[in-house]
């Protein structure tokens, strides 16, 4: 079974430009949440979808925009990039439902570099 | 603000010996922790959890404790080995309605030496 596949593995943007990350989540998972690690720190909350829908937002400027589409799939976008957002940014899926699931599943992460 | 607290950035260990990895948290509302490991160039693996209703839980080499009045876990790894070199983050989860978000600690480096 494939686990959270994320593309691309790396990318570098200019600042102001925008940027859209993929996840894809395990089969079966309904929900995809989207964190971001700066070097240093531990990953911070970012959205969670689940069943296409926001669940959750976390501290994060409007620039930050997410959707998930009918096969759980999600994509990360961020508008007017600043050179705060160079980070590591990590989806986790999990079968999500009522009373959530304990087992988040993280892929290994896209590399954004903005110069 | 941080919720979940890893004072320790790092830790040396010899091969075989324990391991001691703490984390403290300052929301009552938290409901389940997890300890993840992560290795450079990979997301965070998931390790081992305990419910808020549990004071232990262990699955092989690994131990994991909470301490509810203290607001304190631990990560207990025995016999420690080379490649549990890692970094090791503490993350709380809180259940706010249907959101389930959880809060990272900032991570401690484990090398374990030969």
């Known amino acids: 079974d494939a686990g959270v596949t994320q593309s691309p593995t790396h990318l570098i943007k200019t600042r102001g430009q925008h940027v859209t990350l993929r996840c894809s989540p395990i089969s079966g998972h309904k929900s995809v949440s989207w964190y971001q690690q700066v070097l240093g720190q531990g990953p911070q909350f970012i959205f969670q979808?689940?069943?296409?829908?926001?669940?959750g937002r976390g501290n994060f400027p409007d620039r930050f925009s997410a959707r998930q589409f009918p096969n759980y799939s999600s994509e990360l976008n961020v508008n007017a990039l600043l050179l705060g957002d160079s980070a590591l940014y990590l989806c986790a899926s999990s079968l999500g439902g009522r009373r959530g699931q304990y087992g988040y599943t993280f892929g290994s992460g896209t590399r954004l570099t903005v110069v | 603000d941080q919720q979940v607290k890893q004072n320790s950035p790092s830790l040396s260990v010899q091969e075989g010996r324990i391991s001691i990895l703490n984390c403290d948290y300052t929301?009552?509302?938290?409901?389940?922790f997890l300890w993840y490991k992560k290795y450079p160039a990979e997301g965070p693996t998931f390790l081992i959890s305990?419910?808020?209703?549990?004071d232990k839980n262990e699955d092989g080499r690994f131990t994991v404790f909470l301490n509810k009045s203290a607001k304190h876990l631990s990560l207990h790894i025995v016999p420690s080995q080379p490649g549990d070199s890692a970094v090791y983050f503490c993350?709380?989860?809180?259940?706010?309605?249907?959101?389930?978000?959880?809060?990272f600690g900032k991570g401690t480096l484990l090398t374990v030496n030969p």
């Open positions: 305990i419910s808020s209703i549990k």
């Open positions: 929301n009552s509302m938290f409901d389940y």
């Open positions: 979808y689940y069943e296409k829908e926001e669940r």
């Open positions: 993350a709380a989860r809180s259940s706010g309605g249907s959101n389930y978000k959880l809060t």
